[in-house]
């Protein structure tokens, strides 16, 4: 089922020429990235854990 629907995802940016920023856990990227490999788009996999710091660096700069 995953399968699909990142096929229906990746079908809606198949025309893109950038690269897609991806993050999330190591299989779910994975799929991602095969998928797009398939379809000649390019993955820029990002550190899966950034989106956490981000969030921890706001809610510092938010306190101060």
């Known amino acids: 089922l995953s399968g699909l629907?990142?096929?229906h995802e990746l079908r809606q940016v198949q025309e893109t020429t950038e690269p897609i920023n991806l993050i999330g856990?190591?299989?779910l990227v994975?799929?991602?990235?095969t998928?797009?490999?398939?379809l000649?788009?390019?993955a820029h996999v990002?550190?899966?854990?950034s989106v956490a710091r981000g969030l921890y660096?706001?809610?510092r700069?938010?306190?101060a």
């Open 40 to 42: 000649g788009l390019r």
């Open 5 to 7: 629907l990142i096929g």
């Open 25 to 27: 856990s190591t299989q």
């Open 35 to 38: 998928a797009m490999s398939t």
């Open 46 to 49: 990002l550190d899966p854990h």
């Open 57 to 59: 660096l706001l809610s």
């Open 61 to 63: 700069k938010d306190a």
């Open 30 to 33: 994975t799929a991602y990235a």
